[in-house]
């Protein structure tokens, strides 16, 4: 009954190569995100997706690319990876309606931490 | 830019001590967020606050929002060691199809026996 699942959970590559990594939700919702956090345990958005379409992008280099097949998944491509990009990436969705409801909370996957040598 | 302060950044207590962690912001909040994270997993809502001045009572914590919507408390009386954890603030701005919350930089609270 897992919510927000993410794979792999461990991702250990050389810099240079490029990654992916996938996100699904259970929860019916309409909106994913994804999440950067660093070593410091800084949580910072890079993006989200509303039935896949693409509605946030913070300023993330161009070598990351997610794609939103349909609106339970979210995935997370990157290429040419360097050594900053190691980190815990997180996914999360949430549902945006009704519209008028503030605060609606964000459920988050266990995050896949990436790893570049 | 961080826009979210969270104060203080570490703290160890002893058991039973009671103590309040901050978030200020000079930005407006549609509504605020207090996330707990445990070690190997993402971060879990612990309650929302979305009116200016709304107080929100959870067990031993009490979460406050401020009246201009910048700014918010967390308190936790006679903290229990089951209390550690990483506690993250995040004001969320609202956008047609989602939310975008920006957290702060977390409290790694440790409460000893």
């Known amino acids: 009954d897992t919510a927000v699942s993410q794979t792999p959970k461990y991702l250990v590559t050389q810099m240079g190569n490029d990654k992916s990594i996938k996100c699904e939700q259970n929860?019916?919702?309409?909106?994913m995100y994804w999440y950067k956090q660093d070593s410091k345990k800084f949580l910072k958005i890079m993006f989200s997706?509303?039935?896949?379409?693409?509605?946030i992008n913070e300023t993330v280099p161009n070598r990351f690319s997610p794609k939103s097949p349909d609106k339970a998944h979210l995935n997370l491509h990157i290429n040419s990876l360097e050594l900053g990009d190691s980190a815990v990436y997180f996914c999360?969705?949430?549902?945006?309606?009704?519209?008028?409801?503030?605060?609606?909370?964000?459920?988050f996957g266990p995050g896949t931490r990436l790893t570049v040598t | 830019t961080q826009l979210l302060e969270q104060s203080p950044q570490f703290l160890s207590i002893q058991e039973g001590e009671n103590l309040t962690v901050y978030c200020n912001s000079s930005?407006?909040?549609?509504?605020l967020q207090w996330y707990r994270q445990e070690p190997g997993e993402g971060p879990v809502l612990l309650v929302t606050?979305?009116?200016?001045?709304e107080v929100k009572k959870l067990k031993r914590l009490t979460f406050q929002f401020g009246d201009a919507r910048k700014d918010s408390s967390l308190h936790i009386t006679a903290a229990q060691p089951g209390d550690t954890g990483l506690y993250l603030c995040?004001?969320?701005?609202?956008?047609?199809?989602?939310?975008?919350?920006?957290f702060g930089q977390g409290t790694r609270l440790t409460i000893n026996p």
């Open positions: 997706y509303n039935n896949k379409e693409l509605i």
């Open positions: 930005s407006v909040f549609s509504s």
């Open positions: 995040a004001g969320a701005y609202r956008f047609t199809g989602a939310q975008k919350l920006v």
């Open positions: 606050v979305v009116t200016g001045g």
């Open positions: 929860l019916g919702h309409d909106t």
């Open positions: 999360a969705s949430s549902e945006t309606r009704p519209v008028r409801v503030r605060g609606k909370e964000q459920y």
